[in-house]
């Protein structure tokens, strides 16, 4: 039979109205909703979940008490197990009939612990075996209304009020499931046990974001109206990094970690929050551990000589930190005024769970690190210059190598020569270089390998009714990529305790000790530089016999111990002009040795409910030792310390923190709270360090002794700081119907660096407000939009000046194992200094899609920063050369972005998609009439300044010269002529920046990637110009035959036919030959011109990638009586992208300053690969 669409329609119609009734109570619990309540009452949450459904709540009014709270947090969850959770927990009872739910209080428990469940799922027990337990969070709170599912069965109960649950089993091969919202699903397989304390883990996909704030307070994220960054333990664990600092890079939107080491082990890393906030002093933010300040200096770290020194943020175990807050505005950071300029990183160290057996973890690792970026050097052309040998050369311009004629060097035997330790070989003085041998590979093999890294910790966690620990033990070592004393050791141990004195007293203590034993390579354009001497070397070259007896004639006696390197081939000279690097890596020593305590302590007393009164200790010692060996013969540009020279220094830090705080909040009713929060703060800061050098040994072989060199050559330092300050401060938080949030803080502070004539006392006020309007009744029913948050916020920070500035001191005049004297300084006190201000404004949204699968933060932010700290010069006539002041300004602006997206979310399969962005313009707007200020590079050659009207680190040098409309100005040759006057020539900030990456899980496996993107800014390749000038880079070892005539440099016409050593190119007024004569003049690293050597620093990387396996099944852990066992590698920096020729450009050559993006001599950059283990039990 034929039937009509209108037939249809009429079918399903009278179908749909018959069915109506008895399926309206099976439709209203099916609808799938969104809800989110962060102490909400609950009569104000069943309200909301009326508006979204088409149910209707019926219930006595003294069923549910006015304040009574709840907490919620599902997205696209079946009515009927939201109201599961929701009101079985509360003692609540429920039944549908059609659209209308009709509250009843629950019948009382007719067992002790856990009722069955009154659904039709529940069944007979009929078993022999009965199981008891208790579910808590992991802070120890209990959780009412976790439902307790036997595997397999339609068997369950639910926890009761104390979280207690009973059931029956089987027999011991049974499993039980728990699930509850807002946590994550959990197995227990019952084996023999018969009770059970378990904890279940928040979900941190469903729950709302908990921030912890800058006095070390969790709050909801989604009630503050200022912004920050969250990393989790998971990301820190997966970053295959040693590191704390370097395992946080491309993790967090406007917030800038850069290796200021590149290879060498345990170096520090620059870190910068939203562009640069001083022109003067530490640019590093400020680092609260625990809700206690730490020291995170590093001093030395802005000395390019030398080697690269330790970040005391790397002195902490990342394996002991449960997660770290980055307090990116003013607002945020607030409440610590003057040492809050740079930002605020919170972490926050792991505790154990009460009421929870003791947990055993152990994590045991390997990885392998290898060298991902080099410059390439020619091979081609030996020692000498325009075309000819010669071993007294410091260029490789020599003859051609393959054109020798082969076999043994004609030598002199007659005369000098040098034995050499390594191999008992003798080199005597050369007459004809025949020899073809090509040393580069030799060379670069016995200075680099592969490095590598064990890392192993150790933790043990639980906890009883009234208290609960965490004991970790952790060792790091750590060998280098090159050969020899490049190593790092890192030995920490941990114990944080937790304690319940009484109903009404808390006190909770944090304790860790660190020992850092290293030893690192000279570096950079040191004269003793190990890459220095290495990347000017000639490739016939053989450097193995580095160490030797130099003898005068066949029967001289020997002088021993002489160094041999290319410029010095026979060691007939005390200074070998540059080290061979083996003499580097092997005989100039330098160790380091530091120990670190850090403790604090935190009593809380809650006199009555809302009123919390906290006492906050802490301390922060430690002792920091180094040693600088330079033997006999080294090589030194100042030919002071031929003869030896070794220095020590032991630096002393302690800083002492208190907080005293009180904290109430109070809710006046369902639609208006307020929390309040008074404190006051007392810091006290203590710097020393008492040392010495000495020049010019006595006895070369000598001890490492102050004894072993005359008075005269002994230079001792004995230096001491001492800083205190006291604050004040209060925070106002009000919450209105639970979707307007406010919070208002002021700190009052006064510092011992203050000026005596300025204002005693500084004030630093903030304030932020968010407004949750998806609230609003129009959008509470938008299923595509789960939760908007408008925020904005504005706060005042500050920098505090260095110490004594406020003062003129008078400096010594003479060795004090001289005749001792005491000089006025030439840099007049100024005691009406003030604290640098910078004040900052932020705007922007929070929004979350799709169930909250897809969540973006957006923020828009400006700050300025006024009363720059300078050293500004004065009139001559005044007795002095410069004053200290208050007399610039700079400014930031920018955007923050991030987005996270869970693609895929079941129990077998989830995928989950990140991403952040940052945009940053900063500009130097007033220097108080000072050209420049220099912030980094190399004095005479390159500088990194702070320029007005340009913004932090630009580089200044020599330039092209241009005419008026900005064209280059050529000679009669056709080659570029320079402009020598210092002049901007690049910018090394970036355009944005960001990070990307993805985590996937299926089953027991699981896979996550980073990329990390730096787009824009410039780059300065000083190490290829030098090499240029050397001939010792391949560009400059290359033959081309000329097909027409042009000219060199010189203005030589070389005809067309003709083979030369070099390159054609067109650098603007048609081809030229660039051969000798131009790459040791204008074309070299030497010439004024070093706007050619700037080039576009952009990159992206591949920042880490990890594959994970875990065995954690109710049959393994049945088998093994272990938790779990994860097995994974991962991989760092495995694929690198950028223009940048011959080094990572995520590195710094002056460390930890404001100058970025300059290659001179610096230690390569790494990828690693890595295996780890981490077993819990």
Partial sequence: ????????????????????????????????????????????????????????????????????????????????????????????RYKVQGKQIILQKALPPTKEAGDQAETSNAVSP??????????????????????????????????????????????????????????????????????????????????????????????????????????????????????????????????????????????????????????????????????????????????IRGVVQQSRVNDINPDDIASIQVLKGASAAALWGSR?????????????SYNDKMKISFKSSYSMDEINRFHQRQTAYGQGDQGKFNPASGNAWGDKIASRAGGADEVNQSGEFFEGYQTGQKYYPIIRKNSQEVFADKQFDAIFRNGYAFDNSLSLSGGGANSNYLFSLSDVYQKGVFRENSDYRRSTIRLNIESKLSEIIKLSTHASYAMIRSERVQRSNNTAGMLLGYYRMTPDFDITDYKGNYYSGPNAAPIVNRQRSYRNYLGNSSNPVYNNPLWTMIEQKNPNSVNRFIGSAELTITPFKGLDIINRIGIDNSSDV???????????????????????????????????????????????????????????????????????????????????????????????????????????????????????????????????????????????????????????????????????????????????????????????????????????????????????????ADLRFLGNRLRTEITYYKNKTTDLLLSVPVPNSTGFSSAYQNAGTMQNKGIDFDLNYDIFRKKDLTLSLNFNLNRNRSL???????????????????????????????????????????????????????????????????????????????????????????????????TRGVMYSHGTHEDVGKEVTLTRDLKNFKGTVVPAGTTVRGNIADLGAGEVLLDESYYTTLGGGFSGLKEQFVVNGSWTRLRELSLGYTLQSATFRKATKLQSVEFRLSGRNLFLWTGVRGIDPDSNHTQVSLGRGLDYFDNPGTQSYLFSLLINY
């Fill in 1 to 92: 039979m034929k039937i009509s669409i209108h037939q249809f329609l009429l079918v399903f119609l009278f179908t749909g109205v018959s069915l109506a009734r008895p399926a309206d109570a099976q439709n209203a619990l099916n609808q799938k909703i969104t809800i989110q309540a962060e102490n909400e009452g609950l009569r104000h949450v069943l309200r909301q979940i009326e508006k979204m459904t088409d149910v209707h709540f019926t219930y006595n009014a003294t069923l549910i008490a006015p304040d009574q709270k709840v907490t919620l947090a599902v997205r696209q969850q079946p009515l009927s197990d939201v109201l599961d959770e929701l009101l079985l927990r509360s003692g609540i």
């Fill in 340 to 352: 809050a300029a740079n930002g605020v990183i919170v972490i926050t160290t792991k505790n154990g």
């Fill in 924 to 1022: 130097v707007t007033d220097l108080a009439g000072a050209t420049a200020v220099q912030v980094g590079g190399i004095s005479g050659y390159m500088t990194i300044n702070a320029l007005e009207g340009q913004p932090v680190g630009v580089f200044m040098g020599g330039h092209y010269a241009r005419d008026d409309q900005g064209n280059k100005i050529f000679d009669a040759n056709g080659f570029p002529t320079v402009n020598a006057a210092n002049a901007k020539i690049g910018d090394p900030n970036p355009d944005w920046r960001g990070g990307f990456g993805a985590n996937l899980s299926y089953k027991s496996f699981s896979l996550g990637l980073l990329f990390e993107t730096f787009q824009g800014g410039d780059f300065f390749e000083g």
């Fill in 626 to 844: 180094r040693q600088t060996f330079f033997p006999v013969n080294s090589a030194q540009a100042d030919a002071v310390n031929l003869n030896g020279r070794y220095g020590e220094v032991n630096i002393l830090e302690n800083q002492l923190n208190y907080d005293l705080i009180g904290r109430y909040s109070h809710n006046f009713n369902t639609n208006f709270s307020a929390n309040l929060i008074a404190g006051f703060n007392l810091n006290d800061r203590k710097y020393a360090d008492l040392g010495g050098e000495m020049s010019d040994f006595l006895i070369a072989e000598g001890p490492w002794n102050f004894s072993n060199a005359l008075t005269v050559n002994k230079n001792p330092n004995n230096g001491k700081t001492y800083i205190r300050s006291a604050r004040a401060y209060s925070v106002l938080g009000l919450s209105v119907y639970e979707a307007l949030f406010f919070n208002l803080s002021f700190a009052g502070e006064a510092a011992s660096t203050f000026g005596e004539a300025s204002d005693n006392t500084f004030y630093y006020p903030s304030g932020d407000v968010a407004w949750q309007f998806t609230k609003l009744k129009f959008l509470e029913r938008a299923n595509w939009l789960s939760f908007g948050k408008l925020r904005a916020s504005y706060g005042v920070v500050g920098s505090q000046p260095a110490p004594y500035r406020t003062r003129t001191l008078f400096v010594p005049g003479n060795s004090l194992y001289g005749n001792g004297s005491y000089l006025q300084s030439a840099n007049f006190g100024n005691d009406q200094l003030r604290p640098e201000r910078k004040t900052e404004y932020e705007v922007g």
């Fill in 126 to 303: 009929g078993a022999d075996r009965k199981i008891r337990g208790i579910v808590r969070d992991a802070a120890g709170e209990a959780l009412p209304g976790v439902s307790v599912m036997l595997k397999g069965s339609q068997r369950g109960t639910l926890t009761n009020t104390d979280g207690a649950f009973e059931i029956d089993v089987p027999d011991e091969n049974a499993t039980l499931i728990l699930s509850y919202v807002g946590y994550v699903n959990k197995e227990i397989a019952v084996s023999a046990q018969t009770t059970f304390n378990i904890v279940l883990e928040s979900d941190v996909k469903m729950l709302d974001a908990v921030v912890v704030t800058a006095l070390g307070f969790k709050e909801s994220a989604d009630k503050l109206g200022s912004t920050s960054s969250k990393i989790t333990d998971k990301s820190i664990a997966a970053s295959g990094e040693t590191s704390l600092l370097n395992k946080m890079a491309g993790k967090a939107s406007g917030v800038f970690i850069g290796r200021s080491s590149g290879s060498d082990p345990g170096g520090g890393s620059f870190v910068q929050i939203r562009g640069a906030s001083t022109l003067s002093g530490s640019s590093q933010p400020l680092y609260i551990v625990d809700g206690v300040p730490i020291n995170s200096s590093v001093h030395g770290g802005t000395n």
